[in-house]
């Protein structure tokens, strides 16, 4: 219920923004600004449900796989970096070059390698998602009180045991704030990757709509990676605030 709550407390803006564009756009006569009520219109016939099939499926199947791959990555190689301090720093030059080599700048190295289908953008949005991941979970890893260290060797626990029941869970609050992160960035890699891919993809259906002037239906694509991108953060906050409980209830 309080969840709940909190999504209607963050929903008002919206709803008053949406209403003042419904009410300001109405008389529009602009060939590429028409009034949000037709563009509404065309969304409804458009994405329900032919679209959400076809489009918006494959779209999200990319997200999340790629994102799940870039979850799996981060997470095991940043655990292990994290506990491995000289190995860490001596790979850190080469960590910080490729962090900071924009992602789309590899697209025409991976298009050569990959192709143009679904392996070109999956491997794009891992890529991409993989580093805010990898870097936290290091960052959390080194962050466990040495007090908690001594313990579980006073027990003798073994490496494994210290991963699973002290390292991970000192390092998801870090964890989740890079995946949130990721899966921001997973949105906007899957919309340039589908915009110069194979078709199919409703960044593909946004440029081949802009290409034909088909402008309201390149409006209603626009809205719907807005409305894609607040249902996926949505989402991961939910699962966040479930898995994440014990951490809100210490630092309330």
Not at 112 to 137: H, R
Not at 196 to 223: C, E, H, K
Not at 241 to 252: D, G, P, S, V
Request: with cysteine.
């Amino acid at each position: 219920m309080k969840a709940l709550k909190n999504i209607l407390w963050e929903l008002w803006l919206p709803i008053v923004l949406v209403g003042l564009w419904l009410v300001l756009s109405a008389g529009s006569k602009t060939f590429y600004f028409p009034p949000l009520a037709r563009i509404m219109d065309k969304f409804v016939h458009v994405w329900f449900f032919d679209g959400i099939l076809k489009d918006l499926t494959p779209s999200l199947g990319r997200i999340l796989l790629g994102f799940i791959l870039a979850l799996v990555v981060g997470v095991a190689g940043g655990t292990l970096l994290g506990l491995l301090r000289r190995t860490e720093e001596a790979l850190r030059p080469v960590l910080e070059f490729l962090r900071s080599t924009p992602g789309v700048a590899l697209l025409p190295i991976a298009t050569l390698f990959l192709g143009v289908g679904q392996e070109m953008k999956v491997f794009m949005i891992a890529l991409a998602c993989t580093w805010p991941i990898l870097l936290n979970t290091i960052d959390g890893v080194r962050s466990v009180e040495p007090v908690l260290l001594q313990v579980a060797r006073s027990y003798r626990m073994t490496m494994w045991e210290r991963i699973r029941f002290i390292y991970i869970p000192n390092a998801s609050p870090q964890i989740f704030a890079g995946g949130r992160l990721s899966l921001a960035i997973a949105a906007v890699v899957m919309v340039v990757t589908e915009m110069i891919g194979s078709p199919g993809g409703v960044g593909y259906f946004v440029l081949n709509a802009q290409r034909n002037f088909d402008i309201l239906s390149m409006w209603t694509g626009i809205i719907m990676l807005g409305l894609l991108g607040y249902l996926l953060n949505l989402a991961f906050r939910l699962a966040e605030n479930r898995i994440l409980r014990w951490h809100h209830i210490k630092n309330a």
